[in-house]
């Protein structure tokens, strides 16, 4: 599901136009970027929880050449399924 589909299918459940939906998800997108950039941990309860997470400095190899090269420390994002996500992933039979 890409954003133009995620924003029809709210815009229809929810009842609301798509054009509110989609400011919304900008808006969401935005507050998302701003927690993390001050450090903050997102928690939405049952669907995930977003938070800002430390890769320390480590040497790696290059799987063409096998040379060792040196990968700098970084930040990443962590993102944790919730509850509801993790029980609906579950439900789907495993082909």
Do not use: H, W, Y
């Not at 954003?3 to 969401?28: F, G, N, Q, W, Y």
């Not at 063409?64 to 992933?89: P, R, Y």
Request: aromatic share 2%.
């Amino acid at each position: 599901m890409n954003k133009a589909e995620l924003v029809s299918a709210i815009s229809k459940r929810a009842d609301v136009p798509a054009a509110t939906v989609d400011s919304v998800i900008a808006a969401l997108g935005e507050e998302f970027v701003d927690a993390l950039t001050r450090g903050e941990k997102i928690a939405v309860a049952g669907l995930l929880t977003l938070e800002r997470s430390s890769r320390s400095a480590r040497t790696g190899r290059n799987p063409q050449t096998g040379e060792s090269i040196e990968i700098a420390a970084s930040n990443t994002a962590k993102l944790t399924a919730g509850s509801n996500l993790k029980k609906a992933a579950a439900a789907v039979p495993v082909a």
